[in-house]
């Protein structure tokens, strides 16, 4: 079960992190090319949104490495499934169908929760 569980969870944890660091520190002129949403949302949202993307990554990795409060892994890969669904939404409701890279982290957040049960 561990091993299911960094094989979903390592990389997922990667691509918040990453993703979360550009929403939290890069200005949105330089996010507009890879993210055309980002003129519907307010700056301090998609900065609240990059720190809860970050946090989210580190909630993944942390608490099963430590063995300190390892049920926050299954938060953490629950809340990247509710963070996902919104995404979704917000792609669907500004006309961008381009939502392929979502329903695959929307899944692997979805399927990282069982295993982190079993932490």
Do not use: C
């Amino acid at each position: 079960m561990t091993t299911a569980y960094w094989v979903l969870a390592g990389p997922l944890a990667l691509f918040y992190l990453y993703a979360g660091a550009l929403k939290a520190f890069r200005s949105p002129d330089r996010l507009r090319p890879m993210m055309a949403w980002v003129d519907r949302v307010p700056l301090p949202a998609l900065r609240a949104l990059g720190t809860v993307e970050v946090l989210a990554a580190a909630g993944l990795v942390l608490p099963p490495l430590t063995g300190v409060a390892p049920p926050l892994a299954v938060a953490a890969a629950a809340g990247l499934v509710l963070l996902q669904a919104g995404a979704i939404a917000v792609h669907l409701t500004g006309g961008d169908r381009r939502i392929a890279l979502n329903l695959v982290l929307v899944t692997t957040a979805a399927v990282a929760v069982w295993p982190a049960t079993g932490l």
